[in-house]
């Protein structure tokens, strides 16, 4: 069974740092890529960062510069880094992992990050 579970988020004041984690299990980690989306309140959920099996990273224009995405393949774990928050960055943040060659997508269930003073 597949699982992939968020942690890290809560209530930060405009400015501050948090670090998402999300641990995987049932999965062969080290081939999936892994992505964190985010859904605001009355938005579509957004790709926000993505890092590949190979360790390549992409991100959201909206968080270039303030978010870093990493993963620890012996810890089955990916890494969201988020720096200078601001209020819009407020959302339910979710794990994904995806592997193209078998066409599997995994969500994980999401956690809340609320920037406000």
């Known amino acids: 069974q597949v699982q992939l579970v968020e942690s890290g988020g809560g209530l930060v004041q405009p400015g501050g740092s948090l670090r998402l984690s999300c641990a995987a299990s049932?999965?062969?980690?080290?081939?999936?890529?892994m992505g964190w989306y985010r859904q605001g309140p009355g938005k579509e959920r957004e790709l926000v960062a993505t890092?590949?099996?190979?360790?390549?990273?992409n991100y959201a224009d909206s968080v270039k510069g303030r978010f870093t995405i990493s993963r620890d393949n012996a810890e089955n774990t990916v890494y969201l880094q988020m720096n200078s928050l601001k209020p819009e960055d407020t959302a339910v943040y979710y794990c994904?992992?995806?592997?193209?060659?078998?066409?599997?997508?995994?969500w994980g269930q999401g956690t809340q990050v609320t920037v406000s003073s």
């Open positions: 994904n992992a995806r592997r193209l060659l078998t066409l599997a997508v995994h």
């Open positions: 049932g999965i062969i980690f080290s081939t999936y890529d």
């Open positions: 890092c590949t099996s190979g360790e390549n990273t």
